[in-house]
């Protein structure tokens, strides 16, 4: 059945619908926040044929006794709202399942959230789940995210936190089957200034289907967030959590395919940052990044969307070597670091390919800041960041830091920042691998022609063939001979420069 998304529907008129509903009974459990969701559900009418039981325990001593004590003291967490959700939905089994589990599908409503203190001094934010049934006697599913609340006030964000639990009990029991509605309906009554969901996670039988890493993808297209993070796993994780505290070193890409010069960035960029003085080597977190633009492909009739197939066959590959993903709309390398750098005040590194060098020092990509270039190098270099160039080949030239030239007006500028080792070339790369164009090796894939593997890691080619992934003909067999390295040419690193129509103007490597 095809629900489309009713967006006419309030927030009293969801609370009332569930309300109304006979078999939807459960519990409210707010920590922080005021009591605003469950208060939406008094407010609406009708709620004693919803409402199991609501509380709250703000006092950390009565918090621990109820829900345990947390090994870091770090109330406004997913571990907190998991111990929640797991008390309170064990209670209303144990006493109300025999009574009524027949015809009742159960839920438990838990949030934790740490609104904006009177001094206004503190990060307003707050993890927010749902353990529900989706049919009577059923097994349970969780739905659970992490919100940002942007409002100047706290009052302001309290009614922001019981807009949004409504929006998500309603969509738990009334768009459960369509992921992209559930998403979008999470914003009714509210606007991307109030707050931002930068984390959401489905489990359960009954999101047998959903693919999380594709939720991560759609938190960012809807504008939901700049940015989303999910692990080698695949399990999607809060940006703040994962990389609190850590030195981050990030490598951009479109990765379609990853090929051996990505391998060889990623591994000699990391390396080298690690060398670095003022980075403690044990606490190195390394995101492989895709951003929106990458992701897009041109149609023919020259619009930009977003193939999830592909999306997925990417971060399969990616997941499968172990690395961390990330998925964000800084299409500029200085709204990354200003982003990374609200989490982590520890040094960044940011590794990147020479076309995009020149990118960086393009002026014309700086039209919309009152300040340009400049107020976008404050922003990028200001910071403890540095840059990790890898090299590009073009007729016969390696080109790195040492043959880049900016600019005139630009060049006292550019030495400046070598010179305070905010810039470094990449040493010890494979120069076989500069002369290797990525686009020209997904095509050698998509023909099946003889020795494509030879230019990306083993145990890439064995997921493609055996995947069928980026078009490649699993049961087609080659008729006909490639020639000898028909991946490479002279002519590739000049493309990898000169943007095409499926090319990201930044170009990658």
Known sequence: MNILHNTDLGTKQKALAINLNPKIYGSFAEIGAGQDVAANFFKAGASSGTIAKTMSAYDMTFSDAIYGAQQVRRYVSENRLKSMLDH??????????????????FFSFSNTVSALNYHKTNDSHGWMGVRFQLEPNGPYNDVVLHVKLLDNDNNLQQQAVGVLGVNLMYACFYYNEHPPVFLLSLMDDLSKDRIQIDMIRFEGP?????DNRLMSLHLVKYGFSNAAVFGPDGKNQQPSEVLYKKHIVVVRGRFRPLINVHMDMLNTGVKQFMQEPDVDKNNVMVITELTLQSLKERNADQSAEIDEKDFLERVD?????????????????????????????????VVLGYPNLEYIFSEEHYNDLEGGILESFATLFSRKVKLFIYPTLRDGVIWNCLRFYPPPHLIDLYRY?????????????????????????????????????????????????????????????????????????????????????????????
């Open 317 to 349: 590959i990616l997941c499968s070597l172990g690395q961390t993903v990330m998925i964000s709309n800084f299409h500029e390398y200085y709204k990354l670091v200003a982003y990374l750098s609200k989490i982590t005040k520890l040094k960044l590194g």
């Open 206 to 210: 009954g999101f047998s289907k959903v």
């Open 417 to 509: 920042l070598i010179a305070n080792n905010k810039i470094e070339d990449i040493r010890h790369y494979n120069e076989k691998n500069l002369s290797v164009d990525t686009n020209i090796v997904l095509d050698l894939i998509k023909q099946a022609s003889p020795g494509w593997e030879e230019y990306v890691p083993a145990e890439v080619a064995t997921m493609i063939k055996d995947r069928c992934l980026f078009g490649y003909p699993c049961e087609v067999v080659p008729a006909i001979e490639a020639e000898a390295h028909p991946a490479k040419s002279k002519k590739a690193d000049t493309a990898k420069s000169t943007p095409t129509q499926n090319d990201n103007p930044i170009k990658t490597f």
């Open 88 to 105: 309170e939905y064990g209670l209303l089994i144990e006493r109300l399942a025999e009574q009524r589990g027949d015809t009742t599908t």
